[in-house]
């Protein structure tokens, strides 16, 4: 690089740090301050907001859950399935032991 731009960057940098510096000093300080001041006001403000949201979320997926009715009833829905399933398979052993005695019985006589 040329000897020529490095010495005007290095003077641009150095009037930039010294603007900010008598800005900081003699200027805005005071602009600066309360703007400083500001900030920490709103960065406690955002850092209360930020928990009460938690706080609020946390009760709404409470409140969720406990008025879900799907939850609360999947164990009584799992039983009534499994119910209904051996009454079918009590049916079916029920009609196979019938069909077995008939069969044995023979036809039926028939009516005169």
Known sequence: MDPV?????????????GAYRFARRFGGSSALEELERANGILERR??????EN?????????LSASR???????????????????????????????DMIAGKLGAEPEAA
Do not use: N
């Open 68 to 98: 879900d009715l799907s939850v609360a009833l999947q164990p009584v829905l799992t039983a009534l399935t499994t119910h209904e399933e051996l009454a079918s398979r009590r049916a079916d052993a029920t009609l196979h032991v019938l």
């Open 54 to 62: 938690a706080e609020l979320r946390a009760e709404v997926a409470k």
């Open 5 to 17: 731009a490095v010495l005007e960057v290095a003077i641009g940098a150095g009037l930039a740090g």
């Open 46 to 51: 955002v850092d209360v907001l930020t928990k």
